[in-house]
């Protein structure tokens, strides 16, 4: 039987959260799930809805469809949480549950968001690279993304990260992270035809500003509720973004091999075993029987 401390079982996420580089007060927590666990001066916790100053700068009109409002990002990600095959398959629960209210309420905390800033919103060097570090009692990892374009400083920095107890192996959870900042990039920055080209399947990266912009603050909550609430009870998930984009994730542990049998544990039969073999018996223990002779 797995227990918490066996390799083999599924480290629980203590909390999941964004990050941004703001250009006014720096590296702060926009949201995080459940509310108020990491604290600090420019963590978001007054209103965990509360959308934070356009970090995109606003170019010509153009012909090419705009962003997503936050209205219909939020349908879009609440839809599919509805008709997530996760849910289908374990049962029915209420897709946006409403936020705990713990934690800075409650005197607990996870850890100082100010005093671990720079790894989570690192320099340019660290952008795109996985990035783990530990802190008194936890251990974080994220993917911190350096997007450059036509924002106020032509760039855009954030990281979506996960928090696990001190001691938890996060091998597993590697892939989840980089697949996660994966499709977050793809809509932040997506691929349009390019009108000017000769070539017909040509086409050019533009910013649609879903991380960046003002009016997808509910829609990325939202995303990060689901993340939190699907690994932990279900280690899977299935987050359909909008027409293009999904997160579809699926956590599979590492098992160790297992440890070297000493002669002395190897078991005796004290009566005919062969002879009470039934045809429902579990395959291996039927073929581990015929071994079991304490040699």
């Not at 374990?90 to 309420?105: D, H, M, T, Y």
């Not at 989840?176 to 977050?184: A, D, E, M, N, P």
Request: with cysteine; aromatic share 10%; charged share 20%.
């Amino acid at each position: 039987m797995m227990t918490e401390s066996s390799p083999s079982f599924l480290p629980r996420i203590e909390s999941v959260f964004y990050a941004v580089f703001d250009e006014h007060q720096g590296p702060k927590i926009v949201h995080q799930v459940p509310e108020g666990l990491i604290v600090g001066q420019h963590s978001n916790l007054a209103n965990v809805f509360s959308v934070p100053g356009s970090l995109f700068t606003t170019s010509p009109t153009s012909s090419t469809p705009g962003p997503l409002s936050s209205e219909q990002s939020l349908t879009r990600v609440a839809a599919s949480v509805l008709s997530s095959p996760v849910l289908s398959r374990l049962g029915e629960r209420q897709p946006f549950p409403a936020p705990q209210k713990r934690g800075a309420s409650s005197g607990r905390f996870l850890f100082n968001f100010d005093d671990v800033s720079k790894y989570i919103i690192p320099p340019s060097a660290l952008c795109g690279r996985l990035v783990k570090f530990a802190t008194r009692n936890h251990r974080i990892i994220g993917f911190p993304v350096e997007l450059k374009g036509r924002y106020r400083r032509n760039y855009f920095r954030y990281n979506l990260c996960f928090v696990f107890e001190r001691n938890a192996d996060l091998s597993c959870y590697e892939p989840i992270v980089r697949k996660v900042s994966r499709v977050l990039t793809s809509c932040e920055v997506r691929l349009v035809p390019c009108r000017h080209c000769n070539i017909p399947t040509s086409s050019i990266q533009e910013e649609s500003a879903f991380l960046s912009g003002p009016n997808s603050s509910a829609a990325i909550h939202a995303i990060l509720e689901q993340l939190y609430e699907d690994l932990n009870s279900y280690s899977e998930t299935s987050i359909q973004i909008d027409e293009f984009n999904s997160i579809d994730l699926k956590i599979f542990p590492f098992y160790p091999n297992p440890p070297p049998v000493k002669d002395w544990q190897v078991p005796l039969a004290l009566i005919n075993i062969t002879r009470r073999i039934e045809p429902n018996w579990d395959l291996t223990v039927a073929k581990v029987i015929s071994v079991a002779d304490a040699r």
